[in-house]
């Protein structure tokens, strides 16, 4: 195995098109070279992956190389549409925009669309299936489960995701059901499988999992897309569940052309499914796979590295590698002890602001944007977020639930974009069934058989004559009922514009559907359903303001611009929606969990609430088995790796526990990281008196000169 240890960089030409020479190191040379069979690249953190993947397509397009692809025969999959669009961006950079248009880079997911459009009426999908998000299936779980608990209906939802990321169907599912709950569970999989097909109607675990299947069932599917792709490329690879790895495996048949792209160090998502076995089974199902270690990291101070090394060192190892940095020694990681979560806060923006003004000894002062502070959960960042307002500093929080996101919002984005268009049948769902109008799961399988043997939209199939044949008259009631009051509601959107007209019109739509009263029966409690109308009634006066020409640029000021009508709105609710979070100014301090933070990176880093039963996380409930510790060592091991220059990991003495504060017991990761005896601890005495007595010395020097 290559690690570039000690090696010099050597420049190497490999863009299919004139562009400068790029300089890789020995291990991403022999990566990009590897060409004519499976090839694992272990790419630590920060040693370059990306690059690494797009010098690989180049060379791939490269005539004369052996590979001599077109772009169109070469996927790149990803994990986040993010991260595609990077992918794709830095590809266009090197090989041109004309090429870089032609290659598929994707999401697993987006990929599974692909497939299922194409080809999925092997399966019996018309190719307008609807694609059903997490709350339109909770809906349907809750409702095939009978059951009125949120919690319940929660719960059976992630079990049947992770029985079907394992590749169990219901039949399967209850094979291996362990006990009562699992039973009950699994016959109430077999009910949403039925009325998915009924629907027409996939859910996300379903454009992998169904993708599989129409590969796995349908040779000549299959040949299709493997001479179609003749080199398939994975970013991310340990994050890939069981269900995933099959599909590549089917994409790429026995040529086993493909290159994937992961850290086992970095694995941190087990509890959504993915698995270190699609490590392990690599070498087994592919023999001549060629493993290639990219150590040298671009990234850290060999300070920080040294202490990630030390921690993951104690995880077993499925292939051995140690990542290091030419970048220099760089500052010690401090671990700094606080006394509970507010005293952990000031310290943290005592730090940003010393290092902002740089008043630590660096000649230039650090921007907002270089610092971030991670964390294991959500509910940590409440006091930063308190200590950062105070000191004026402005934050983002990565991670956190976007406006648009919320439940009641998305049930209004469904109803405008029914409007908008009438053949999006998840639009359609959505709307018909919230609030609840007495049209039931029956009648809408009927309906969507109805609407898929016709090939018609399920809004269209609810106004046929011949649907009398397939329902009773209290159905087609129903459904007509639902029809003419869109079709009303269409015309009044069409024909009313400006913000007063707008917002009378869309609180009688409100009242006409009953949407308050169907929050306050469908929510756990008052208070929450009282947040979530004063969320609607906010979305509401959101689009009635663009409807009356008010709208706020990125700097917060009000621009005008032309009325428009409540449709001509609702025609741009998902670019809107989608542009909605991006926040005006990038200059801002992160505050992040450790699992949003993957794949990011700062020059300035604050670990923060380093303790047992935060980091390793632990419900106190339960003993923390081998697997999960292992998990948590590898988070550990990812917040320690986004820091580039400074890392501060700090560790409480006491911590709240409900209305108390108990004692809390520093992680075992801190001794891990081996910084010395103990570590380099900061005093925060001590470093008070000596800060004390810099400005003193500094306001003395200031003084003028006697005369």
């Known amino acids: 195995m290559l690690c570039g240890l000690c090696l010099p960089r050597i420049s190497v030409f490999v863009s299919a098109s004139p562009s400068p020479a790029s300089t890789l190191n020995p291990a991403q040379m022999a990566a990009v070279l590897h060409l004519d069979g499976p090839c694992l690249v272990l790419a630590g953190a920060g040693s370059g992956k990306t690059r690494v993947i797009t010098q690989k397509i180049a060379r791939l397009l490269q005539p004369g190389h052996g590979a001599d692809l077109a772009p169109s025969q070469i996927a790149a999959i990803t994990f986040t549409n993010k991260a595609a669009l990077e992918m794709r961006e830095r590809a266009k950079a090197l090989i041109g925009g004309k090429a870089a248009s032609k290659l598929l880079v994707c999401t697993f997911h987006s990929l599974g669309v692909r497939l299922l459009r194409e080809d999925g009426e092997a399966l019996g999908l018309k190719p307008k299936f609807s694609i059903l998000d997490s709350d339109d299936v909770l809906g349907i779980i809750r409702d095939a489960g009978g059951t009125t608990?949120?919690?319940?209906?929660?719960?059976?939802?992630?079990?049947?995701?992770?029985?079907?990321?394992?590749?169990?169907?219901?039949?399967?599912?209850?094979?291996?059901?362990?006990?009562?709950?699992?039973?009950?569970?699994?016959?109430?999989?077999?009910?949403?499988?039925?009325?998915?097909m009924a629907y027409q109607a996939v859910d996300f675990d379903d454009l992998i999992g169904l993708s599989m299947k129409l590969l796995a069932d349908h040779e000549h599917v299959r040949a299709k897309w493997q001479r179609n792709l003749r080199h398939v490329l994975v970013d991310e690879y340990q994050d890939t569940n069981a269900t995933q790895y099959d599909l590549l495996k089917l994409l790429v048949g026995e040529r086993g052309i493909f290159t994937a792209v992961g850290d086992d160090d970095q694995s941190i998502y087990g509890w959504r499914g993915a698995t270190l076995d699609n490590l392990k089974r690599l070498p087994q199902d592919f023999p001549q796979l060629k493993v290639i270690p990219l150590e040298q990291n671009y990234r850290s101070t060999s300070a920080i590295l040294r202490a990630a090394n030390n921690v993951i060192a104690l995880n077993p190892k499925l292939y051995q590698k140690t990542l290091w940095s030419d970048l220099g020694e760089g500052e010690p990681v401090k671990v700094v002890e606080c006394d509970n979560e507010e005293h952990e806060a000031e310290r943290a923006v005592g730090r940003i602001l010393a290092l902002h003004a740089g008043a630590t000894g660096s000649t230039v002062a650090a921007p907002?944007?270089?610092?971030?502070?991670?964390?294991?959960?959500?509910?940590?960042?409440?006091?930063?977020?308190?200590?950062?307002?105070?000191?004026?500093?402005?934050?983002?929080?990565?991670?956190?639930?976007?406006?648009?996101?919320?439940?009641?919002?998305?049930?209004?984005?469904?109803?405008?974009?029914?409007?908008?268009?009438?053949?999006?049948?998840?639009?359609?769902?959505?709307?018909?069934?919230?609030?609840?109008?007495?049209?039931?799961?029956?009648?809408?399988?009927?309906?969507?058989?109805?609407?898929?043997?016709?090939?018609?939209?399920?809004?269209?199939?609810?106004?046929?004559?011949?649907?009398?044949a397939s329902l009773n008259a209290r159905a087609i009631g129903s459904l007509h009922e639902f029809g003419r009051f869109v079709n009303e509601l269409d015309h009044r959107a069409r024909t009313t514009s400006g913000s007063e007209d707008a917002k009378v019109l869309l609180m009688e739509w409100l009242k006409d559907i009953g949407y308050e009263q169907h929050l306050y029966d469908e929510a756990e409690s008052e208070k929450i359903a009282a947040s979530?109308?004063?969320?609607?009634?906010?979305?509401?006066?959101?689009?009635?303001?663009?409807?009356?020409?008010?709208?706020?640029?990125?700097?917060?000021?009000?621009?005008?611009?032309?009325?428009?009508?409540?449709?001509?709105?609702?025609?741009?609710?998902?670019?809107?929606?989608?542009?909605?979070?991006?926040?005006?100014?990038?200059?801002?301090?992160?505050?992040?969990?450790?699992?949003?933070?993957?794949?990011?990176?700062?020059?300035?880093?604050?670990?923060?609430?380093?303790?047992?039963?935060?980091?390793?996380?632990?419900?106190?409930?339960?003993?923390?088995?081998?697997?999960?510790?292992?998990?948590?060592?590898?988070?550990?091991?990812?917040?320690?790796t986004r820091a580039r220059l400074s890392l501060a990991v700090?560790?409480?003495?006491?911590?709240?526990?409900?209305?108390?504060?108990?004692?809390?017991?520093?992680?075992?990761?801190?001794?891990?990281?081996?910084?010395?005896?103990?570590?380099?601890?900061?005093?925060?005495r001590e470093k008070l008196r000596r800060q004390r007595e810099e400005l003193a010395a500094k306001s003395a020097a200031a003084k003028p000169a006697a005369p």
């Open 149 to 196: 608990d949120p919690k319940q209906a929660r719960n059976w939802q992630w079990t049947i995701s992770s029985w079907k990321n394992a590749g169990l169907n219901s039949a399967q599912a209850e094979s291996v059901a362990e006990n009562d709950d699992e039973r009950i569970c699994a016959r109430v999989m077999r009910l949403y499988e039925e009325r998915l």
């Open 368 to 468: 907002w944007s270089d610092f971030a502070i991670l964390y294991r959960a959500n509910f940590q960042a409440k006091a930063f977020e308190k200590a950062l307002r105070k000191a004026n500093i402005p934050y983002k929080v990565s991670g956190g639930q976007s406006f648009f996101d919320r439940a009641e919002i998305k049930d209004l984005c469904a109803w405008l974009r029914l409007l908008v268009n009438n053949d999006d049948d998840p639009a359609f769902l959505r709307a018909v069934t919230t609030p609840k109008r007495g049209i039931g799961h029956q009648t809408l399988g009927t309906l969507g058989e109805f609407a898929g043997k016709w090939k018609v939209s399920l809004y269209e199939a609810l106004f046929a004559e011949s649907l009398s």
């Open 532 to 640: 979530r109308w004063a969320n609607v009634l906010d979305f509401i006066d959101w689009i009635a303001k663009r409807c009356g020409g008010e709208i706020e640029n990125d700097g917060g000021m009000t621009v005008e611009t032309e009325k428009k009508s409540v449709i001509e709105v609702a025609q741009t609710i998902s670019l809107i929606t989608s542009l909605a979070d991006r926040g005006g100014d990038p200059n801002v301090v992160t505050l992040s969990t450790l699992h949003a933070s993957k794949g990011l990176e700062w020059p300035h880093v604050v670990l923060a609430g380093v303790n047992e039963g935060s980091l390793p996380f632990n419900n106190e409930e339960n003993e923390i088995t081998p697997d999960r510790l292992e998990e948590e060592r590898r988070l550990m091991y990812v917040g320690i």
């Open 650 to 684: 700090s560790t409480l003495k006491r911590r709240k526990k409900g209305r108390e504060l108990i004692v809390a017991i520093p992680s075992r990761f801190i001794a891990e990281m081996k910084l010395g005896e103990g570590g380099p601890v900061e005093n925060p």
